[in-house]
Every structure is written in structure tokens, then in C-alpha cells.
């Protein structure tokens, strides 16, 4: 099955991303948020994109126009009905996610569609427990920045059937041209549970007075060739997103080095969320 009518509920920086890369491969989005104007918001953001893709030579401006024309904006669910698969990338909450995979299920007509979830730590299993569909129903998990990043993480739950792990994969894996690696249904997947306690320590470290955010980012991308320091890489994911992986890990495995350090805390606590609120670990215009 071609899939070529694809949903993505929440219009944030993840949602944003997956719906431009759903766009640049020929696929007709609907992009939901209950946000008023969200979406709309992340059509600007997605546009802007599209024109650094277009700026740095990986798609022509013609491309990028049809890309953007195939992404439409809607502020309810009830326009997923006729989705052939639906990517959830709402905030990281339990809570949340569960009403929106309930709420999915009731809403997208055909019992055969897929709901995939782009979480990064809460068990697929329980997205699946809020449908009637569990084995329609898999992680799909991409990483930031979308269009840039070529992991695409898949996860199945106990429950997921074949068919959907197969199909899922050849579309991230041949449409998307994402390279897909599968990670078994545990909290954080493969690359946050290596990620994250990296940057946990990193903010440990910094919490404690070791040394200054500058010297440990630098440390890291000059002596480990990392794209960027620990620290800058909290601040593109968000402080709120990290905190909320780092507590999964922690609730999954009760490791210590999973626990959210009192700064990272404190930060959330203040708003310092990073990149997308203009000041995380640095500040931004
Ligand atoms: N569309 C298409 N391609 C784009 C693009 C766009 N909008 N913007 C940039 N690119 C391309 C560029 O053309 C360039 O490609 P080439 O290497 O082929 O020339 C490449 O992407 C890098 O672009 P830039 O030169 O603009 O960017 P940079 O060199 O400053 O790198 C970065 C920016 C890619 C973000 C880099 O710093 C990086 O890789 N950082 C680490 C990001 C990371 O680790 N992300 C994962 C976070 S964890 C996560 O997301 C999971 C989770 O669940 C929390």
C-alpha cells in the first residue's frame, strides 16, 4: 500500500519538521493542533525551511512551493478521517498522548490505518491500550532537526502485527529516505537512552561548577567531533522535552543517571526552555 494521505497531530517544532519531510515526498498532510493559529504558526515555520532547503541547494523553489502546498492547516481532528496513517507529535505527557490516540481511533474511519506515535519515551504499548486497534498502532520516532536528521527510530509494541512494521519502514526507509533502525518498546529507544544520560551529565557538570557551559560544549565538539556540545544540543531539543525523557528513563529503569538534575528542573520550572524560548543553557535572538 502507498501511503499517501498522511495526518501529523501537534504543530510544534517535531510535528512541524515530520510534516515538511511528509510534504517533500510527495504525500498530501494534514497538520492539527487545538492551539488556535498553531498550526498556521508552523506552516511559517515550515516555509522557512523549505527556503534554507532551497538555499542550500537540496530542493528547487518550485519544489518547495508544491511541498508547502500540500501541507493544510486544520485546528480539530475530525479532518483525519480519510488518513491512510496519522503521526502523533504532541507534547511529551502521558496523559496527553492517550486522549489523542483515543481520540484518533474514534475519528480515522479505516480500522486498517496507522497510528504512529513520535514520542520519544512513553511505552508504545499504552498508546495502543487507548485503541481498538493495537496492532495498527508503532513509534515512529524522528529527530531534530526533521529535514536534516536521517534516523527514523520504528517501534513496535508487543501487540503491533507485521504488516505495519513493514509498511511503516518502507515508507520512512524508501519515502522518506530516512535510514530506520528498530528498537524494541523500552523507554527511550535506542538513541535517547544513550543520548540522554550524556546530557544529563553534562548538565551536572556544569550544575557543580566543573567547568563553564562554553568549555564543556567546546570539549565535546572539539574533541569528540560532536556537531554540537551537550549543552547546545539541550537547548535545540528543549529543556521540557529533555526533562521528560530523562523521567521516563528514570520511571523504566530507576538508573540514577536517568534522574533530571535539579538545574534542568529549576530551568523548566522558570521557562528557560531553550532554542524555542529564546533561552535555555544560552540565549537566542
Ligand atoms: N532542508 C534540507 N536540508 C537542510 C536544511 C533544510 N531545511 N537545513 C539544512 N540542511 C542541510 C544542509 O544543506 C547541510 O547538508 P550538507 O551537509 O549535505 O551540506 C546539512 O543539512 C547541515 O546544515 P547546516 O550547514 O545549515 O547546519 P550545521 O552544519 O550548522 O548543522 C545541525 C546544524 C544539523 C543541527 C548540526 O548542528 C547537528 O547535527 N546537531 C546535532 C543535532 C542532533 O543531535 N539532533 C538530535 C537531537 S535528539 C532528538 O531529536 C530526539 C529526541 O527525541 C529528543
Same mark, same amino acid.
Given at each position: 500500500m502507498r501511503i499517501e494521505r498522511i495526518g501529523v497531530v501537534g504543530a510544534g517544532i517535531m510535528g512541524s519538521g515530520i510534516a515538511e519531510v511528509c510534504a517533500r515526498a510527495g504525500a498530501q498532510v494534514v497538520l492539527a493542533d487545538q492551539a488556535p493559529d498553531l498550526a498556521t504558526a508552523s506552516v511559517e515555520r515550515i516555509t522557512a525551511s523549505l527556503q534554507r532547503?532551497?538555499?542550500?541547494?537540496?530542493?528547487?523553489?518550485?519544489?518547495?512551493?508544491?511541498?508547502?502546498?500540500?501541507?493544510?492547516?486544520?485546528e480539530t481532528l475530525a479532518a483525519m478521517s480519510d488518513?491512510?496513517?496519522?503521526?502523533?507529535?504532541?507534547?511529551?505527557?502521558?496523559?496527553?498522548?492517550?486522549?489523542?490516540?483515543?481520540?484518533?481511533?474514534e475519528v480515522v474511519e479505516d480500522p486498517a490505518a496507522i497510528l504512529a506515535s513520535n514520542t520519544?519515551?512513553?511505552?508504545?504499548m499504552q498508546l495502543a491500550m487507548a485503541t481498538q486497534r493495537r496492532e495498527r498502532v508503532v513509534g515512529l520516532h524522528f529527530f531534530n532537526p526533521v529535514p536534516v536528521m536521517r534516523l527514523v527510530e520504528v517501534v513496535p509494541s508487543l501487540l503491533t502485527d507485521? +504488516?505495519?512494521?513493514?509498511?511503516?519502514?518502507?515508507?520512512?526507509?524508501?519515502?522518506?529516505?530516512?535510514?530506520?533502525?528498530? +528498537?524494541?518498546?523500552?523507554?527511550?529507544?535506542?538513541?535517547?537512552?544513550l543520548l540522554v544520560p550524556y546530557l544529563l551529565s553534562a548538565i551536572r557538570m556544569l550544575e557543580a561548577g566543573f567547568a563553564t557551559a562554553e568549555d564543556i560544549d567546546a570539549g565535546?565538539?572539539?574533541?569528540?567531533?560532536?556537531?554540537?556540545?551537550?549543552?547546545?544540543?539541550?537547548?535545540?531539543?528543549?529543556?521540557?522535552?529533555?526533562?521528560?525523557?530523562?523521567?521516563?528513563?528514570?520511571?523504566e529503569f530507576k538508573?540514577?543517571?536517568?534522574?533530571?538534575?535539579?538545574?534542568?528542573?529549576?530551568?523548566?520550572?522558570?521557562?528557560?526552555?531553550?532554542?524555542?524560548?529564546g533561552r535555555g543553557f544560552y540565549t537566542y535572538d
Open positions: 532547503g532551497v538555499d542550500r541547494g537540496k530542493l528547487a523553489q518550485a519544489e518547495a512551493d508544491v511541498a508547502l502546498a500540500r501541507i493544510t492547516p486544520v488518513r491512510q496513517l496519522v503521526i502523533e507529535a504532541v507534547i511529551e505527557d502521558p496523559e496527553t498522548k492517550l486522549k489523542v490516540f483515543g481520540a484518533l481511533d520519544s519515551s512513553i511505552p508504545i507485521d +504488516s505495519t512494521i513493514a509498511e511503516v519502514t518502507a515508507f520512512a526507509g524508501e519515502a522518506l529516505g530516512k535510514r530506520v533502525v528498530r +528498537s524494541k518498546d523500552r523507554a527511550g529507544f535506542v538513541v535517547n537512552a565535546m565538539v572539539e574533541g569528540a567531533a560532536h556537531p554540537m556540545g551537550p549543552l547546545t544540543l539541550t537547548d535545540l531539543v528543549g529543556l521540557d522535552t529533555t526533562k521528560a525523557v530523562a523521567e521516563s528513563l528514570y520511571e538508573e540514577p543517571l536517568f534522574a533530571p538534575p535539579p538545574l534542568l528542573s529549576r530551568m523548566v520550572d522558570a521557562g528557560l526552555l531553550g532554542r524555542k524560548a
